[in-house]
């Protein structure tokens, strides 16, 4: 069966500092992988998606992931972040066939001034 | 392009009654997923329907349930609702019946008293 973990379930970083967040999968086959954004009270949206091709993948609003097929991990980067970014990120896994995801617990990111 | 749209938005209801939600996917998309978001248990799939079958099903009791009309439209139904109940209902859509980004509508708060 198919899993993601996030090791972090809060993450508080300074405002124009480098953010990171961690995802681990475990999947069988060749991993279709997503990372989610959640702000307060609102439904997911895409930052950014990995089928197959190039292993770092660029997405929405500055946000980056790598994968690395080794390390059964698909972190999620961005260089800046801006108070904005404050919200949970979800990182999920989905199955060669259909369109049901197995999702992460969640990462918290809150952003000091 | 209009987005995934849900109805109602916010819902409170008791023990025993039970709780029709509906999703109106982007247009052109035939494949809708239902997720339940809850603090202690995060987001889990309940199932998929693509041109009216159903073809994943989450680890739920009977009491939720599921259809898709011809236009793609779909309502999931939760009987005898219980406490544990409660939580944010997404509803997600789209347009390929294999692994593909799925996009999600803003939810259902349903609150069971």
């Known amino acids: 069966a198919q899993s993601v973990t996030q090791p972090d379930i809060h993450i508080t970083v300074s405002e124009g500092a480098s953010l990171e967040l961690r995802c681990n999968y475990s999947?069988?086959?060749?991993?279709?992988l997503f990372w989610y954004v959640q702000s307060p009270g609102q439904g997911l949206q895409l930052l950014l998606k990995?089928?197959?091709?190039?292993?770092l993948v660029q997405g929405i609003k500055g946000f980056e992931a790598e994968f690395k097929r080794s390390q059964s991990s698909f972190n999620l980067r961005k260089p800046s972040v801006h108070w904005s970014d404050a919200a949970e990120y979800f990182c999920a896994v989905g199955q060669a066939a259909g369109n049901k995801l197995t999702f992460g617990g969640g990462t918290r990111v809150l952003v000091k001034p | 392009k209009a987005g995934v749209t849900q109805t109602p938005r916010y819902l409170i209801k008791t023990r025993g009654q039970q709780v029709t939600l509906s999703c109106s996917p982007i247009?052109?998309?035939?494949?809708v997923s239902w997720y339940q978001q809850t603090p202690g248990q995060g987001l889990q799939f309940l199932f998929e329907?693509?041109?009216?079958?159903?073809?994943n099903k989450g680890n739920f009791p009977g009491r939720f349930s599921g259809r898709q009309f011809s236009n793609s439209r779909s309502e999931m139904n939760v009987s005898t609702l219980e406490l544990g109940d409660s939580a944010l209902y997404l509803c997600?859509?789209?347009?390929?019946?294999?692994?593909?980004?799925?996009?999600f509508g803003p939810g259902t708060r349903l609150t069971v008293l």
């Open positions: 329907y693509f041109s009216e079958t159903q073809r």
């Open positions: 247009s052109g998309h035939r494949s």
């Open positions: 997600a859509s789209s347009s390929r019946d294999s692994t593909d980004t799925q996009y």
């Open positions: 999947y069988g086959a060749t991993p279709y």
């Open positions: 990995y089928f197959s091709g190039d292993t």
